[in-house]
């Protein structure tokens, strides 16, 4: 996150960016909804702390392309991947749930 800013660089690819983001986010709000727990708490933290490097990857992300590719083509295919790692992780829980999609 730091190497990002320092140089101006996406720094991580966004399909990893998405997933993990998606997953922490969707299990802080569980852990918000349900009981809070250590783990609920990891998730949280982590979860904000994905949020600067979700920032990242938009702030700098459209510089590592073609010079084809102009920045609302880049945010929008910045939020279709962000749209389906969300739409992943829920098929992940719906199809093991909670606990099992987890560990998966």
Known sequence: ?????????LCDAGRGVGLNIA????????????SISVQGMI??????????????FFRFGRSELPEFVTGPMFIAWGALVFISSYIVQWMFIVQFGWNAAARL
């Open 1 to 9: 996150m730091r190497i990002g800013f320092k140089h101006k660089d």
């Open 23 to 34: 997953w922490e986010s969707i299990y802080a709000v569980h852990a918000l909804a349900t």
């Open 43 to 56: 998730n949280i933290i982590w979860a904000l702390v994905d949020l600067v490097i979700v920032y990242t």
